[in-house]
């Protein structure tokens, strides 16, 4: 059973490749909003989201979407989804608006609001002076950008974005995501974003789920998985620092960088910050700031996948 | 400031139940092809015969010394092997394109994300090179009955052979759904329409040479099953209530060319996936 915030589900699901595994026994629960599906080339990123849109058919296991099941109800699952595929794709001998409004048609769109949705989410991907363009003489980064106007025409309740930034410059990139970002908060559209880049994922989501060799790792929201490591300590200290690091070293604290007059330390089980205090009191020094230091998502995803 | 909101807004329209995308994509398929003067030439070219024959019509009834060019239900027969050409000519360059451009560009990940299923992308494109080859084959045939009505001013040549309106749709029928069902196939298999229509060419005239080899080799035409077109020709015949022109069993080249359509069908059902997977 879904939950009501649950947009998509995996229970135990298995998608084979011949005799390759993609997907070994996943579960896994996207929640509404924008999650962020992170992992290296060849995880099962992609192989999840086409056996979520029913394309792919697991060996075993079960789906749901939007409340759906993936097996029974695939067009209906459809009919309320936009998917955003890796690679290049378009339909060939057709102008930008002709071919989003035509997937809007495919989508169920009656012809005219097609037509008229098709002009207004290419002005809103920023491809409103070039709509009239075939859509061989797009770059790169056009071409993505067609790829969101065609998943997003019919308006759905979820997107798939599948590696959305991929060939793209950085103004685009961050062009894409701010629109990615725009959808999810402003928009109230749901999307399950996948990539292998880390900025991206934390840039513009909430959520999310790793995965590294067909299994997911981790999964859930960003801010709690990074969480306040409650060990690694940035602190300002008035006085000496180097007769401090020192005395740091030496009581087995680890102080791996540290920024212009800013010191991160990592304070091994059992001590606490306490003990810093104690040992800023007996070096003659003056602890002026002291906060617990954020992990980054790249800590969360190498903890996952046991990088060190 | 703004006059109108280019934002993204949220759709309240209706939406199509799924089940009419293949309409859509057949729609947008005949659309885009009716724009070309080349393909509105061929259809215009392969009405000529049709011309042809309705002057021979009209010499008939108007001039009784020439009966020899009165109409017989042969004359629909042969009228639609005329058309064979151009049911050829259309099949290559309409039909070699239609799945094999989609797969070049990567489209059939984009069809089968939205609510329609392969069967139906399959229909959509299917119905787009029905149309153009009914319209080369059954239409002219059928209005050549009318023109027939027409120029005799009475309807007993039609009401005396009035299963020559099945035996049109039916050999018309027959003719478009192969070689539909075959290029389709074809196409399937290939990201160049190019190569799909020489594959298609190949089949036609290679089962077709082979056939006449085996002939001038036997002395008798038991062969003829090995030819597409000889096929098409005996169940045309059957269809039509005329001897058949060659010694295999009419049966035999009816089962041939539904194998060929079953065939088709199991490589479009290989073929067409949103998903290539290679082991």
């Known amino acids: ?308 | 400031m703004p006059i109108h909101d280019q934002s993204y807004r949220r759709y309240r329209g209706n939406r199509a139940r799924p089940g009419a995308a293949w309409a859509v994509i057949a729609w947008a398929g005949i659309r885009s092809l009716l724009a070309r003067r080349l393909v509105l030439a061929l259809l215009a070219f392969a009405w000529m015969p049709f011309l042809v024959r309705a002057v021979q019509i009209y010499l008939s009834v108007n001039f009784g010394e020439i009966a020899l060019l009165a109409p017989t239900a042969e004359t629909f027969r042969d009228f639609l092997e005329q058309q064979n050409f151009f049911v050829f000519v259309v099949t290559i360059y309409i039909g070699a394109p239609l799945i094999a451009d989609d797969r070049r560009a990567n489209a059939l990940a984009l069809y089968l994300s939205k609510p329609l299923g392969r069967a139906e992308y399959v229909a959509g494109k299917l119905a787009i090179l029905f149309a153009f080859l009914l319209f080369v084959t059954w239409l002219p045939a059928m209005s050549l009955l009318g023109v027939q009505m027409a120029f005799s001013g009475s309807a007993e040549f039609v009401a005396r052979n009035l299963f020559l309106i099945p035996a049109i749709t039916l050999l018309s029928g027959l003719k478009v759904l192969l070689a539909s069902l075959t290029i389709l196939a074809l196409s399937s298999l290939s990201t160049s329409s190019r190569y799909v229509g020489m594959l298609y060419a190949g089949v036609i005239i290679f089962s077709d040479a082979m056939f006449q080899a085996l002939r001038g080799a036997t002395g008798g035409s038991t062969a003829a099953w090995v030819s597409v077109i000889a096929n098409l020709s005996q169940v045309g015949d059957v269809i039509f209530r005329l001897p058949a022109r060659y010694d295999t069993p009419w049966l035999l080249s009816a089962l041939v060319t539904l194998g060929l359509l079953g065939l088709s069908i199991v490589v479009l059902e290989r073929r067409v996936r949103a998903v290539e997977v290679i082991t």
Do not use: W
Request: contains cysteine.
């Open chain 1, 1 to 308: 059973m879904s939950t009501p915030s649950a947009v998509a589900r995996l229970d135990r699901v298995t998608v084979s490749y011949g005799t390759n595994a993609a997907l070994c026994e996943v579960d896994a629960v996207f929640e509404s909003g924008a999650v962020g599906l992170l992992g290296p080339n060849g995880a099962g990123k992609s192989t999840m989201l086409k056996a979520l849109l029913g394309l792919v058919v697991p060996d075993r296991g079960q789906m749901r979407v939007l409340d759906l099941d993936v097996a029974r109800e695939p067009l209906k699952i459809r009919a309320r989804l936009g998917y955003m595929p890796e690679t290049d794709s378009h339909i060939p001998g057709m102008n930008a608006v002709s071919f989003v409004a035509y997937c809007g048609q495919l989508a169920g769109l009656p012809s005219t609001d097609a037509m008229r949705r098709a002009h207004e989410v290419l002005h809103y991907v920023g491809l409103g002076e070039a709509r009239y363009r075939n859509l061989e003489t797009y770059s790169t980064g056009m071409k993505q950008r067609i790829k969101l106007a065609q998943a997003l025409v019919h308006d759905p309740d979820l997107l798939f974005l599948d590696e959305p930034t991929n060939g793209m410059d950085p103004a685009g990139r961050d062009h894409m995501l701010a629109l990615i970002r725009d959808l999810a908060e402003r928009k109230s559209v749901n999307l399950i974003l996948s990539s292998h880049l880390l900025p991206d994922v934390e840039q513009a989501c909430d959520h999310v789920v790793v995965m590294d060799r067909g299994t997911v790792v981790a999964n859930g929201p960003i801010a709690e998985l990074k969480g306040p490591s409650g060990r690694l300590y940035e602190l300002r200290v008035k006085g000496d620092p180097e007769t401090f690091l020192r005395a740091l070293r030496e009581a087995g604290m680890e102080c791996p960088d540290s920024e212009d007059d800013t010191l991160r330390v990592f304070v091994p089980e059992p001590l606490g910050p306490r003990d810093l205090f104690q040992l800023a009191e007996r070096q003659g020094v003056q602890v002026r700031h002291l906060k617990p230091s954020l992990s980054t998502l790249e800590d969360v995803f190498a903890r996952a996948v046991g990088e060190e």
